[in-house]
C-alpha cells in the first residue's frame, strides 16, 4: 500500500511540475496524500461508558458515542438475588482497560462491568443450583454503521465447564440469530491498569457459545479479550448469556467494550478539492 501511495503521489507531483499554477498542483498533492495515506489505516474510537452504579436486574449502563452516533443502553437479568456479583455494574473497576495492539492510538478505554455468582454447591439440589444472567445491549439508539461498529468481550470464566457464556443476535424483526456472520478482529490481553494476564484465548464458536481457545499463558487468569465486527444491519440486540454451575460465591466479572471506526476526513478533502477548482478557473479566466 505504502509502495502505491508513494507512486501515486509522485505522478502527481510530476504532473504538476512546469504547470502555469505549480504551487497549486502541490497543494492538491499534499492534500490528497495526507487524506489517502490517513484512510489507509483504520482509526478507532471506543465509546464512553456511564452507569447508575445499581446492581442486577436494577443495573443500567449506557455507551455514548463520541462521534456523534448515539447510544447503546445495557440492561441486566439475573435468574435470583443470589446470582449477582458484589461488582456487578461497578463500571470503574475495569478503567482503565487498553487494547494497544488491536486499537493503536486509542490509549485507556471504559468499559462495562457484568458480574454472575457461580452457582451454590451447597444448594439442597443434587450437585448444587445453576446461576443465569443476561447482559442486554440495545442498539436502538445507535446511529453509526453496525458493520463498522466493535464489540468486545474480556475475561470470561475458565474454571468451569464451559461454554459457561453464549452470544446472540436479535434481528429487526426480534428473532434470535447466532453470531456466525460475525467477523473476529483479533485477540488481545487487557494490559490497562485493570488488566490481568488471561490464560487461554477467546473464542466465539459459529453459534455464539465462548469456549476456550489456545493456551497463551500457564499463569494467567480467566481469558484475554476478543472483539468482533461486522455486526448485521438491523440488529436490535446483543445479548450475552451466562450460565454458571457450582463453584464458589465469589462470582465470574465480565468486561464489555464497544469501539467505532473514526470517520475519514473526506468531506474536508472534497471542501478543499471544489475550492482550488474555483481557484483554477478564476485564475485562467484573467489569463484570458
Request: net charge negative.
Amino acid at each position: 500500500m505504502t509502495t502505491i501511495l508513494s507512486t501515486n503521489c509522485r505522478s502527481l507531483a510530476t504532473a504538476t511540475k512546469g504547470s502555469l499554477v505549480p504551487r497549486l498542483g502541490l497543494l492538491v498533492l499534499a492534500i490528497v496524500c495526507v487524506s489517502t495515506n490517513a484512510a489507509s489505516a483504520t482509526q478507532f474510537d471506543f465509546l464512553s461508558v456511564s452507569g447508575n452504579g445499581l446492581s442486577g436486574n436494577a443495573a443500567s449502563t449506557t455507551f455514548t458515542s463520541n462521534n456523534s452516533n448515539g447510544v447503546i443502553t445495557v440492561s441486566h437479568v439475573f435468574s435470583s438475588p443470589a446470582a449477582v456479583g458484589y461488582a456487578d455494574n461497578d463500571n470503574p473497576l475495569i478503567f482503565p482497560s487498553a487494547f494497544p495492539t488491536l486499537f493503536p492510538g486509542t490509549g485507556q478505554v471504559q468499559g462495562h462491568l457484568a458480574m454472575t455468582v457461580y452457582g451454590d454447591p451447597n444448594s439442597p439440589l443434587p450437585g448444587g443450583n445453576i446461576n443465569t444472567s443476561q447482559v442486554i445491549f440495545t442498539l436502538n439508539g445507535y446511529t453509526g454503521s453496525l458493520p463498522n461498529l466493535v464489540f468486545g468481550m474480556w475475561n470470561t470464566t475458565s474454571e468451569v465447564a464451559q461454554p459457561a457464556y453464549r452470544v446472540e443476535l436479535i434481528d429487526v424483526n426480534s428473532n434470535p440469530q447466532q453470531p456466525s456472520m460475525l467477523n473476529l478482529l483479533g485477540n488481545e490481553d487487557n494490559v490497562g491498569a485493570a488488566g490481568v494476564p488471561g490464560q487461554y484465548d477467546m473464542v466465539m464458536n459459529p453459534n455464539g457459545d465462548i469456549v476456550l481457545g489456545s493456551l497463551i499463558n500457564a499463569s494467567g487468569t480467566h481469558t484475554n479479550a476478543a472483539f468482533w465486527d461486522n455486526i448485521p444491519v438491523g440488529t436490535q440486540q446483543i445479548i450475552v448469556y451466562a450460565n454458571l454451575p457450582p463453584l464458589n460465591n465469589i462470582g465470574d466479572g465480565v468486561g464489555y467494550y464497544f469501539a467505532e471506526v473514526v470517520p475519514e476526513p473526506s468531506t474536508f478533502v472534497l471542501g478543499a478539492l471544489g475550492l482550488i477548482g474555483v481557484t483554477v478557473l478564476g485564475w485562467r479566466r484573467r489569463g484570458r
